[in-house]
């Protein structure tokens, strides 16, 4: 398989439209978290952020995007990053090692932030997963294609990438809503839950 093309840098205009959305993202979880996200409007966002309602639905789509967006769009991250593993690498060792690179790409104020807004929000957590359905067959074909299986004649490339995601998946749940006063890194909890689908313990 050939090496994915170089990214081009970003431009002034990309780092520009970068920071304005970044803009509406803060502006947008530090009034979920104060007053609630059912009581908060695009409006009061848009002001809150200091750009127009124009500006706004120009970078977001919908109220509830800027919550779910950035975790149902983790999967081209996801997949990027796969693709740069070395060849050699196992197929579990390299989707483990993309997950927990794409959780430990987000920097932490950020997660802290998301997750204050999120948890006013208790209907679109369950909605929050690292992988959607929709790509799913996607991210099947990618280890396959490291595998050197056929996925539909061979079971584990569907199975790691549906157990990998599952395990990453309830480690950033449990992060989520049961954090406490633990200050351990997401990445952390995620990488613990993928090394036990690879080398499960079930007895004490």
Known sequence: MSSPPAERPPTLRDRQRAQVRADIHAAAYRLFAAR???????????AEASVSPRTFFRHVATKEDLLLGAVQRGNAAI?????????????????AAAIVSRVGS??????????????????LLDRATLLSTA??????????ARMTADPSQD????????????AADFAFQQWVRNRGDRRRPLAADVAEALAVVA???WSG
């Open 36 to 46: 609630g996200f059912g009581n908060v409007t695009t409006d009061d966002i848009a």
């Open 79 to 95: 997949a990027s990053l796969l693709l740069r593993r070395p060849r050699d690498e196992s197929p579990d060792v390299a989707l």
């Open 106 to 123: 987000f920097e932490d104020v950020d997660l802290e932030n998301w997750r204050a807004a999120i948890l006013t929000a208790p209907e």
């Open 135 to 144: 790509d799913r067959e996607q991210m099947i074909q990618l280890v396959a």
């Open 155 to 166: 079971l584990r490339p569907g199975l790691l990438v549906q157990l990998s995601f599952a």
């Open 199 to 201: 080398h499960p313990r």
